[in-house]
C-alpha cells in the first residue's frame, strides 16, 4: 500500500504542508473508518431497552430491533457516521489523487531534466518547451480550493443536515401494538396500551460515536483551515491576477522547481551556455544583455528545448519564443548566430527513434558502426518488397572501402575518382544506425570533431516533417525550407542563409529518412525538370529536395542521405557521387555496447552475465549486430537479471521468447510509465490490433486519433512531433519489430486455428510478413506446449510452399524461412513429426551456396535444428559459410550421419580458417539416433580450413578409428597441409584405414616436392584402388618427377587420373613423365592435366613421341595457359594425332599463344582419318574472324561429322 500511496500521492507534486496534510488527512481517514465502522458492528448488541421483567427474552429482542431501527432514523439517518467519514475525508483525498495524476507527467519531467542535466540548462530546457504555461500552478490552486471547501462544507452539514441532534444515550421509543406482538404469548404482566407502547431504551455507544464525530469534525476543519491559508498565500501570484507583481512565478518550472521540489531556480540569461556535452556543468555567473555574446547565450539556452523524448516542439515554435527576445535587442552577426545554432544543438535532447536509454547521451553510447563503400550484394526473392530482412551478414565486397571514421564519408577516395563527395547516399536497415549517424554528423560538427567541419554549417531535416498535409507544402522557398532543418527564427537565420548562398560549399545538408516520406517521390523527380532555378521561387519540400541533389540549388553544397533499401526504386534514379552502405556491429562492437550499456544504467556487475549469454546463442548474437537489436536484448536480459523473483537466473534464447520478454520489460520498466505498472489489458489488446492493421497497410506511424490515453502510456510507442505542424502529434511503435511481434500476437490470440492456418498459407510467400510468421509460429509454440494440441495443424502450414525435386534441394531464402519457423516452435517432437509426414520428408541432398542463400547463424541454428530429423538426408553441400556459421555446422554433424559431406568455407581477408580440428572431432563424435542407412562417410571434402599442429592429430586418430572405413573420395582444398602433414596423413593412409579409397584432391596446399614423394611412394602400397589424384597448385617441380614416374610404372599403382595443374614443372619435367611413364607397360593413366606447368614448344617432342606409343593410354590432355607456339601445335598434330596408336580424344589448348599460322596443320590433322579427337578447345587464342571459321567449318566435314567433332574457339 505504502508503494500506491507514493505513486498516486507522490511528495514532489504537493508542497509540503499540503503534502503533510493529505497524508494525515488520508491516514485519519483509514483510522477514523474503521473505529467507526466498529462502533456501528456494535451499536445494535448495545442498544437495551427496559421492559417488564417477567417478559419473555424473545419479547425484550423484538423490543430492542424495533426501537434501534427508530433509533437509526432519529440519529443515523441518512448516512451512518462511518459513511460520512469516508465521504467527507474520502472525497478529499480523492481530489488530491486527481490533481497528482493530472500533473505527475508534467512534474516527472521538469524534475527529470533538472536532475539530467545542470540547473540552467534544464531549467530552460523544460522552460522553453512550454513557455509561460501554467498548467500545475493552477490545477494546485483549484485542488487546494476544491479541498478547502470541502472540508468547511462537509463539516457545516455535518452538524445541520446529517447529525444535527448528535447521538444521544437516552431514547424514547414509542412502538404500535403490532410491533411487540408475536406468535408466542405475551406474559400477562405486560404493559399493553390500545394505541401504543412506550419503551425506555439506552444506546452505550453514543458517548463514543458524539466524541469521534467532534474528533471527524475537528480535523475536517483543521486541514480545510491550513489549505485555505495556503490558498491566501497563493492568490496574489496567480498570474492571471498580476502578471506584473514580482511575486508571481514566471511558468510551471519556475513553480515546480521552487515550491514544489524545493529546489534553486536560476533566471534565464543567469547561466554560461555549454560548450560541449562532455564539459562539467557550468557555473552561475551575473549576465546582461548588453552584448551581443550574451544575447547569443541566453537565446541558446533558450533553444534547448526543441525535441523532448515525449512533448517535442519544433523549429517553429522555438523561433517563436526568441522572437520576444529578439524584439527587445539589436540583431548579431552570421559568427553570433552559428555559435546560437551550435549551442541549440549541443543542448537539445535526443530524437526519440534514438532509443539508447532514458539516461544515455549519444556521444558517450555511440559505438562506431561497419560503414563501406557500394551495396552489399545479397539475393533476396522477387515478391519481397521491402528488404526488412533482420539478420545482419558482415561481409563487405571485396571492391568497396571500409570507412572506418564518420568524417570519412566526406573525404575524397578511390570510389569519388579523388574528388569531394558533394553528394552521399547511406542506406542501411531498419534499427541499423542511420538517424545515429546523422545525429553525430551533427554533434561533430558542433564539437569540431575533424577540421573538415572548421568553416561549415550543418543543417538537419526529417523527411517525415513533410508527410501531413503534404497539399499545403507545395509552394515554400528554399530558405524557408532550410530554416526547418535548424529550428532558428526568421532574423537568426537571416545571416546564415546569406552565407551559405554566397559560399554554398560551407553547408552540409542531412536528410535523414527518405523511405519515410509518403508522398510520391518519382512525380516530384519529373515535375522539379520543369520548375524554375530560382532559389525564390516556391514549390514543395520534396522539389527542393531534388533540386539540391541534382545540383540546381546551391551548386557545391554537401548533401548526406539516408534512407533503408525500401527507396531502392527513386533513389536509384540520383546520381548520388557517393554509396555506402551500414552493415552493423561486429562482434567486439556488440561486447563494447554491452559494457557501456551496463555502465549507463548502473548495472556494471551484469556486463560479464549478458555478454556470456548473447554469445553463447548464435540467434542473439546475430541478432546483436544490428544496434536497435542490441539495445533490446541487453534491455532484456538486464531486466531479467535484475528481477528478484528469477532465483534460477532463466534467461530467453529464442527470438519470440526474447521479444515476449523484451514487451513485458517495456511495459514495466519504460520512464514513460511513471506508476510502474503494467498498462491495462483492453490496451495491449488495441495496440495489438493496431499493429496488424499496420501491417496489412503498410502503415509505420500513425495519427494521434488512434490512441486513447492508457494506449499512449505505453513503453512500446514513441511520440513523433511534426516541425512543421507541431498540434499533429503522431505515434510509432520503437521499432518495426516490435510491430510486428504485437501483430503476430493479435493473430493467435484472435482467430482460431483453422483461420491461422489459413492465414500463414496465404502469406507464407509474402516476404513483408516473414517475421510476423516467425513469431506466429514462436507463439504457436508455447499453446502447443500448454496443451492446446489443435494448432499443432497451424505449424504444418509453414511447410506446404516446401518444394523437393528428386530428393535435392538448392536452399534459397524461403527454404531457410520455413526452417527457421519450425526452429521458432521450438518442440523436438512436432519437427520430427513435421519431417516424417511432409516434404520435407524425400530432402536426401541439400545444397547450400551463397549465390542461391548467404545463410547467417541463425539461419544455420534452424537449419541444423530441422536436418537432424531429415532420414532421408545423406548428402550435404556447404559452400562459403562464414566462420560465425561453423559452431551451428557442427552441431549437426554430432547429430546425424551423412554419406557425402563437403564444406568449403568463405575466405576471410585472404586467410582461411583455423577450425579443421573441430569439424575432423565433430565427426568424430558422431552420435545419430536416426535409423537410416547412411552410418558411415562414402565422400568427404573440406576446403579453406588451415591444418595445425593440434588438428593433425585429431585428423589422424579420424582415420585410424573406423570413422574412414567406407571412405572413397577424400578433398583436402587449401587446407595450409605442408610437406610434414602429407607425411603423417600418407602414414595413416597405408595402414589400410581406407579400403576403398579411389579419389584423393590434395589442391593448393603446399606440399611441395618432398611431400609429392611420399605420396608417390604411397600410391605403391597400400592405396591401391585409388585411381584419380589431384595435387593442383601444390608447389611441385620436377624433382619429384622421377618419383611419380617410378610409381606410374608400378603395375599396382591404379593411377588414371592426375591432375599437376598450376605446378612449375617445366618441359624437362614433362619429358621425364612422358617418357619414363606414360610409355611402359603397367601406366594406367588415361586423363592427364598440365595447365599452366610453364611448357613449351620444347616438350612437345616428346609428347608426340609418347602419344605414338601403342602402350601410351592417354586419352584426355590438357595443355592450357603454357607457352606453346604454331610450331609446337603444328608438331603435336602433324606428328601424334594422325598416328595409328594416338587415343586423344580430348585436348585442350586454351590460351596457349596460336594464330592463324597453325589452322592449316590443324584442319589437315582433324580431317586425317587415323585423328579420334572428339573435341578441341582452343579458346583465349589471336585466331582472326577467318580463322575460326575455318576451324568451324573444319567441323562440317564429312569424318570430323562421324565423330561428332566439337571444336571450341
Not at 466524541?211 to 490558498?231: H, K, R, T, Y
Not at 522539389?543 to 533503408?564: A, C, E, P, Y
Request: charged residues 20%; hydrophobic residues 40%.
Amino acid at each position: 500500500m505504502i508503494d500506491a500511496v507514493n505513486d498516486y500521492l507522490a511528495p514532489k507534486r504537493f508542497g509540503i504542508v499540503t503534502y503533510i496534510c493529505v497524508i494525515v488527512h488520508f491516514l485519519c481517514g483509514l483510522v477514523f473508518t474503521a473505529v467507526t465502522a466498529a462502533l456501528r458492528a456494535s451499536e445494535n448488541g448495545k442498544f437495551s431497552c427496559s421492559v417488564d421483567a417477567k417478559s419473555t427474552a424473545t419479547y425484550k429482542k423484538q423490543v430492542d430491533q424495533a426501537c434501534f431501527a427508530r433509533y437509526d432514523q432519529a440519529y443515523n439517518s441518512p448516512l451512518p457516521l462511518y459513511g460520512f467519514v469516508l465521504l467527507s475525508i474520502g472525497l478529499s483525498v480523492l481530489v488530491s489523487v486527481v490533481y497528482s495524476l493530472l500533473v505527475w507527467k508534467r512534474v516527472d519531467e521538469i524534475e527529470s531534466s533538472n536532475e539530467r542535466q545542470t540547473d540552467d540548462e534544464a531549467e530552460f530546457r523544460v522552460h522553453g518547451q512550454d513557455w509561460r504555461i501554467f498548467n500545475v500552478f493552477y490545477r494546485y490552486f483549484i485542488h487546494l480550493v476544491v479541498r478547502s471547501l470541502f472540508g468547511i462544507i462537509f463539516t457545516v452539514v455535518q452538524h445541520t443536515y446529517f447529525y444535527p441532534n448528535g447521538f444521544d444515550l437516552k431514547f424514547s421509543c414509542n412502538l404500535p401494538p403490532a410491533e411487540v406482538t408475536s406468535n408466542i404469548n405475551t406474559p400477562k404482566n405486560a404493559n399493553r396500551h390500545l394505541n401504543s407502547t412506550s419503551v425506555n431504551c439506552e444506546n452505550a455507544t453514543a458517548s463514543e460515536k458524539w466524541l469521534w464525530g467532534i474528533i471527524v469534525s475537528a480535523i475536517n476543519i483543521i486541514v480545510a483551515l491550513i489549505i485555505f491559508v495556503e490558498v491566501i498565500y497563493l492568490l496574489p501570484r496567480l498570474p492571471i491576477l498580476n502578471r506584473h507583481s514580482g511575486v508571481c512565478w514566471s511558468d510551471d518550472t519556475e513553480f515546480v522547481i521552487e515550491y514544489l521540489l524545493g529546489k534553486q531556480y536560476n533566471v534565464p540569461g543567469e547561466s554560461e551556455p555549454l560548450t560541449s556535452i562532455e564539459n562539467n556543468p557550468p557555473h552561475c555567473s551575473t549576465q546582461d544583455y548588453s552584448t551581443l555574446d550574451s544575447v547569443a547565450q541566453a537565446c541558446s539556452t533558450l533553444n534547448d528545448s526543441i525535441q523532448d523524448t515525449r512533448n517535442q516542439t519544433t523549429p517553429d515554435s522555438v523561433a517563436q519564443e526568441c522572437t520576444t527576445m529578439d524584439n527587445e535587442i539589436q540583431d548579431f552577426g552570421t559568427e553570433d548566430c552559428i555559435d546560437f545554432y551550435k549551442q541549440h544543438v549541443l543542448n537539445r535532447s535526443r530524437a526519440p527513434d534514438i532509443i539508447y536509454g532514458p539516461n544515455a547521451n549519444i556521444d558517450d553510447l555511440y559505438i562506431d558502426v561497419v560503414i563501406h563503400t557500394g551495396r552489399a550484394q545479397h539475393n533476396f526473392p522477387e515478391e519481397m518488397n521491402r528488404h526488412e530482412i533482420y539478420d545482419v551478414y558482415m561481409e563487405v565486397p571485396q571492391t568497396s572501402i571500409r570507412l572506418e571514421r564518420i568524417d570519412e564519408l566526406f573525404y575524397p577516395n578511390r570510389d569519388t575518382k579523388g574528388e569531394f563527395p558533394c553528394s552521399i547516399l547511406a542506406i542501411g536497415r531498419p534499427g541499423i544506425g542511420k538517424t545515429v549517424l546523422t545525429e553525430k554528423i551533427l554533434r561533430d560538427w558542433v564539437n569540431g570533431i575533424d577540421e573538415y567541419y572548421s568553416d561549415k554549417i550543418v543543417f538537419f531535416v526529417k523527411f517525415r516533417w513533410f508527410n501531413e498535409n503534404i497539399n499545403k507544402l507545395t509552394n515554400i522557398p528554399l530558405k524557408t525550407f532550410l530554416r526547418f532543418g535548424t529550428g532558428l527564427n526568421e532574423e537568426n537565420f537571416e545571416s546564415i542563409y546569406e552565407e551559405i548562398a554566397k559560399e554554398p560549399q560551407k553547408a552540409i545538408l542531412v536528410f535523414d529518412g527518405l523511405d519515410e516520406y509518403h508522398g510520391n517521390p518519382i512525380n516530384c523527380l519529373d515535375q522539379s525538370r520543369i520548375i524554375p532555378n530560382d532559389p525564390n521561387t516556391g514549390t514543395s519540400a520534396m522539389n527542393l529536395f531534388i533540386k539540391l541533389v541534382l545540383g540546381d540549388l546551391l551548386k557545391g553544397v554537401t548533401i548526406v542521405v539516408t534512407s533503408r533499401p525500401t527507396a531502392d526504386d527513386f533513389y536509384s534514379r540520383l546520381d548520388f557521387d557517393r554509396n555506402v552502405e551500414i552493415i552493423g556491429f561486429t562482434s567486439d562492437k556488440i561486447e563494447e555496447y554491452v559494457g557501456r550499456f551496463c555502465d549507463n544504467n548502473n548495472t556494471s556487475y551484469l556486463k560479464t552475465k549478458i555478454w556470456n549469454h548473447i554469445k553463447s546463442s548464435s540467434e542473439l548474437l546475430n541478432l546483436c549486430y544490428i544496434p536497435v537489436n542490441c539495445f533490446i536484448v541487453c534491455v532484456t536480459l538486464s531486466g531479467c537479471l535484475s528481477y528478484p523473483r528469477n532465483v534460477t537466473g532463466a534467461l530467453p534464447t529464442t527470438l519470440t521468447e526474447l521479444y515476449k520478454t523484451a514487451i513485458d520489460h517495456f511495459e514495466k520498466h519504460h520512464h514513460r510509465n511513471a506508476d510502474r505498472n503494467s498498462m491495462a489489458h483492453e490496451a495491449l489488446k488495441k495496440l495489438q490490433r493496431l499493429a496488424f492493421l499496420g501491417m496489412e497497410s503498410g502503415q509505420l506511424i500513425f495519427d494521434q486519433v488512434l490512441f486513447d490515453d492508457q494506449m499512449k502510456k505505453s513503453g512500446l510507442l514513441n511520440s513523433l512531433s511534426n516541425p512543421i505542424f507541431p498540434l499533429q502529434t503522431q505515434f510509432c511503435f520503437i521499432h518495426l519489430t516490435i510491430q510486428e511481434f504485437l501483430a503476430a500476437r493479435h493473430v493467435t490470440e484472435t482467430l482460431v486455428p483453422a483461420e491461422i492456418k489459413k492465414f500463414i498459407s496465404d502469406h507464407v510467400k509474402s516476404g513483408n510478413w516473414h517475421l510476423v510468421l516467425q513469431f506466429i509460429a514462436g507463439l504457436l509454440g508455447k499453446r502447443i506446449k500448454n496443451f492446446d494440441r489443435e494448432y499443432t495443424e497451424c505449424v504444418f502450414a509453414f511447410t506446404e510452399s516446401f518444394k523437393v525435386t528428386d530428393g535435392k534441394i538448392r536452399v534459397t531464402y524461403h527454404e531457410v524461412f520455413v526452417l527457421k519457423c519450425l526452429k521458432e516452435v521450438d518442440d523436438e517432437e512436432i519437427t520430427k513429426e513435421v519431417c516424417e509426414t511432409t516434404a520435407i520428408n524425400d530432402v536426401a541432398e541439400l545444397y547450400i551456396n551463397p549465390a542461391s542463400y548467404h545463410l547467417s547463424p541463425s539461419d544455420w541454428a534452424a537449419v541444423t535444428f530441422v536436418c537432424k530429423h531429415m532420414k532421408k538426408l545423406a548428402n550435404l553441400t556447404l559452400f562459403e559459410f562464414a566462420a560465425d556459421c561453423l559452431p551451428e555446422v557442427l552441431g549437426l554433424l554430432r547429430k546425424r550421419c551423412l554419406n557425402k559431406l563437403e564444406m568449403h568455407m568463405a575466405e576471410a581477408h585472404g586467410t582461411v580458417a583455423d577450425e579443421i580440428d573441430q569439424v575432423f572431432s565433430a565427426l568424430i563424435e558422431l552420435n545419430c539416433t536416426l535409423d537410416h542407412k547412411h552410418t558411415k562417410l562414402t565422400s568427404l571434402a573440406l576446403g579453406n580450413f588451415r591444418m595445425t599442429e593440434t588438428a593433425l592429430p585429431i585428423m589422424c586418430n579420424f582415420f585410424e578409428n573406423g570413422n574412414t572405413s567406407q571412405l572413397e573420395q577424400l578433398t583436402l582444398n587449401r587446407n595450409g597441409i605442408d610437406s610434414h602433414e602429407i607425411s603423417k596423413l600418407c602414414e595413416v593412409l597405408n595402414n589400410g584405414h581406407c579400403p576403398n579409397f579411389t579419389h584423393l584432391d590434395l589442391g593448393n596446399n603446399s606440399i611441395r616436392d618432398e611431400g609429392g614423394m611420399v605420396l608417390c611412394d604411397t600410391l605403391t602400397k597400400r592405396l591401391r584402388k585409388l585411381n584419380r589424384l589431384y595435387v593442383v597448385q601444390c608447389w611441385l617441380t620436377d624433382r619429384c618427377i622421377p618419383m611419380l614416374g617410378k610409381a606410374l610404372q608400378d603395375e599396382r599403382c591404379q593411377l588414371t587420373d592426375l591432375s599437376l595443374a598450376n605446378n612449375a614443372i617445366g618441359d624437362e619435367g614433362v619429358g621425364m613423365l612422358f617418357e619414363d611413364a606414360l610409355t611402359k607397360e603397367h601406366c594406367k593413366l588415361t586423363k592427364l592435366n598440365l595447365s599452366e606447368c610453364s611448357l613449351t614448344d620444347q616438350c612437345i617432342p616428346s609428347l608426340c613421341k609418347a602419344l605414338q606409343n601403342e602402350r601410351c593410354q592417354l586419352t584426355v590432355l590438357s595443355l592450357r595457359y603454357n607457352a606453346i607456339s604454331d610450331k609446337g601445335v603444328g608438331m603435336l598434330f602433324e606428328d601424334a594425332l594422325t598416328k595409328e596408336h594416338c587415343k586423344l580424344t580430348e585436348l585442350s589448348l586454351q590460351q596457349c599463344l596460336l594464330t592463324d599460322q597453325c589452322i592449316p596443320s590443324l584442319c589437315k590433322a582433324l580431317k586425317d582419318g587415323q585423328c579420334v579427337l572428339t573435341r578441341v578447345s582452343l579458346l583465349l587464342n589471336n585466331f582472326t574472324k577467318n580463322g575460326k571459321k575455318l576451324l568451324r567449318d573444319t567441323m562440317n566435314y564429312k569424318s570430323c561429322k562421324v565423330r561428332g567433332l566439337q571444336i571450341v574457339v
